[in-house]
């Protein structure tokens, strides 16, 4: 497994660069909210977390557009599409938070989708009855 700055060096050729793309995911307010030191920037944060940040941002950039489309999605997987105040709530959270909560309510709805499948799929067996009654009759 490579270190997070051999990673950048690879993929970006330094760290600037991936300053600069990940400025470009964060401008507006369509994914970020700015929780950053204002006198350090992206610039004094480690490769790791700014590589994790780009992968994330990428990827809800891909699938969702905007982090408002990515809370109604995870409102509509935990059947709360309805409730303002939930989603409110949800609003204040950051988009890798965010995303982190889609994947698992997404991966925790499939695993209870495939239970009831399975379920649904799997002849019940008849239960014997033993005759109890009798064994305890005979004994005494």
Sequence with gaps: MKSPIATVKETFGDKAKLVAELEKLTKGDDLWVSRLNAK?????????KLLRLQKTFTAVKEKFGTRA????????????????????RLGAYPVPRLWDMYQSASKRVAGAEKKAKLAAAKPKAEKKAAPKKKAAAKKA
Aim: aromatic content about 4%; glycine content about 6%.
């Design 40 to 48: 350090k920037g992206l610039a004094h944060v480690s490769n790791a």
């Design 69 to 88: 489309k990515l809370i109604d999605a995870i409102a509509e997987i935990e059947k709360r599409a309805k409730d303002e105040g939930y989603k409110t």
